[in-house]
Protein backbone atom coordinates (compact mmCIF):
# COMPACT_ATOMS: atom_id res chain seq x y z
CA UNK A 1 0.00 0.00 0.00
CA UNK A 2 1.70 2.91 -0.85
CA UNK A 3 -0.24 7.01 -0.61
CA UNK A 4 1.83 10.18 -2.00
CA UNK A 5 0.73 13.39 -0.94
CA UNK A 6 1.86 16.27 -2.52
CA UNK A 7 0.77 20.19 -3.59
CA UNK A 8 1.77 21.65 -0.13
CA UNK A 9 3.82 24.80 0.37
CA UNK A 10 3.85 28.37 1.97
CA UNK A 11 1.09 30.67 0.80
CA UNK A 12 -0.25 33.80 2.34
CA UNK A 13 -3.23 34.04 4.74
CA UNK A 14 -6.32 34.13 2.10
CA UNK A 15 -3.99 32.07 -0.37
CA UNK A 16 -4.80 28.88 -2.04
CA UNK A 17 -3.44 25.03 -2.63
CA UNK A 18 -4.96 21.99 -4.30
CA UNK A 19 -3.32 18.79 -2.35
CA UNK A 20 -2.97 15.48 -4.11
CA UNK A 21 -2.93 12.05 -3.15
CA UNK A 22 -1.61 9.09 -5.82
CA UNK A 23 -2.37 5.65 -4.81
CA UNK A 24 -1.25 1.90 -5.34
CA UNK A 25 -1.40 -1.42 -3.98
CA UNK A 26 -5.15 -1.31 -3.08
CA UNK A 27 -8.16 -1.03 -5.04
CA UNK A 28 -8.61 2.67 -4.95
CA UNK A 29 -12.13 2.85 -6.13
CA UNK A 30 -13.78 0.84 -3.71
CA UNK A 31 -12.53 3.02 -0.49
CA UNK A 32 -14.43 6.10 1.06
CA UNK A 33 -10.97 8.11 1.40
CA UNK A 34 -9.88 10.32 3.50
CA UNK A 35 -7.88 13.79 4.71
CA UNK A 36 -6.44 13.97 7.91
CA UNK A 37 -3.76 16.92 9.27
CA UNK A 38 -1.42 17.09 11.73
CA UNK A 39 -1.13 21.04 13.23
CA UNK A 40 2.56 21.07 15.32
CA UNK A 41 2.46 20.07 18.35
CA UNK A 42 -1.14 18.67 18.34
CA UNK A 43 -2.92 14.85 17.29
CA UNK A 44 -3.87 13.84 14.31
CA UNK A 45 -7.64 15.71 12.81
CA UNK A 46 -9.87 14.46 10.56
CA UNK A 47 -10.65 17.32 7.93
CA UNK A 48 -12.68 15.33 5.44
CA UNK A 49 -14.14 12.36 3.85
CA UNK A 50 -15.71 11.52 0.12
CA UNK A 51 -17.58 7.71 -0.42
CA UNK A 52 -16.61 5.64 -3.42
CA UNK A 53 -18.62 7.44 -5.87
CA UNK A 54 -18.31 11.40 -4.74
CA UNK A 55 -21.81 11.13 -3.86
CA UNK A 56 -20.92 11.55 0.21
CA UNK A 57 -18.72 14.31 1.17
CA UNK A 58 -18.27 15.63 4.78
CA UNK A 59 -15.75 18.52 6.17
CA UNK A 60 -14.76 19.39 9.62
CA UNK A 61 -16.70 22.35 10.46
CA UNK A 62 -13.53 24.94 9.98
CA UNK A 63 -13.11 23.89 6.99
CA UNK A 64 -16.85 24.09 5.52
CA UNK A 65 -17.32 26.43 2.77
CA UNK A 66 -13.20 26.65 1.87
CA UNK A 67 -11.97 23.41 1.27
CA UNK A 68 -13.04 21.27 -1.49
CA UNK A 69 -12.62 17.15 -1.44
CA UNK A 70 -13.02 14.95 -4.65
CA UNK A 71 -11.43 12.23 -6.19
CA UNK A 72 -10.60 10.35 -10.08
CA UNK A 73 -11.12 6.79 -9.49
CA UNK A 74 -9.49 5.84 -13.15
CA UNK A 75 -6.28 8.25 -11.86
CA UNK A 76 -6.19 6.23 -8.25
CA UNK A 77 -5.86 9.81 -7.22
CA UNK A 78 -7.64 12.04 -4.27
CA UNK A 79 -7.33 15.54 -4.26
CA UNK A 80 -7.77 18.51 -1.66
CA UNK A 81 -8.94 22.28 -3.07
CA UNK A 82 -7.95 24.70 -0.38
CA UNK A 83 -9.33 28.22 -0.52
CA UNK A 84 -9.12 30.95 1.85
CA UNK A 85 -6.49 29.47 3.72
CA UNK A 86 -5.81 30.50 7.57
CA UNK A 87 -2.76 30.48 9.89
CA UNK A 88 -4.74 27.83 12.00
CA UNK A 89 -4.75 25.45 8.82
CA UNK A 90 -0.74 25.29 9.35
CA UNK A 91 -0.61 21.40 9.39
CA UNK A 92 1.18 18.51 7.53
CA UNK A 93 -1.47 16.95 5.46
CA UNK A 94 -2.15 13.05 5.09
CA UNK A 95 -4.40 11.22 2.84
CA UNK A 96 -5.83 8.04 4.35
CA UNK A 97 -8.09 5.13 3.31
CA UNK A 98 -9.73 5.04 6.99
CA UNK A 99 -10.58 7.45 9.28
CA UNK A 100 -8.47 7.12 11.93
CA UNK A 101 -5.20 7.76 9.31
CA UNK A 102 -3.71 4.86 10.77
CA UNK A 103 -2.88 3.95 6.96
CA UNK A 104 -1.20 7.36 5.58
CA UNK A 105 1.52 8.62 3.43
CA UNK A 106 4.57 11.03 4.22
CA UNK A 107 2.68 13.89 4.30
CA UNK A 108 2.61 17.13 2.53
CA UNK A 109 3.34 20.48 4.87
CA UNK A 110 1.11 23.28 4.20
CA UNK A 111 2.21 26.53 5.94
CA UNK A 112 -0.02 29.55 5.89
CA UNK A 113 2.25 32.50 7.24
CA UNK A 114 2.40 36.29 5.63
Known amino acids: VQLVESGGGLVQPGGSLRLSCKVS????????MYWVRQAPGKGLEWVSSIDTGSTRIFYEDSVKGRFTISRDNAKNTLYLEMNSLKPEDTALYYC????????RGQGTQVTVSS
Open 25 to 32: GFTFSRYW
Open 96 to 103: SNNALGTV
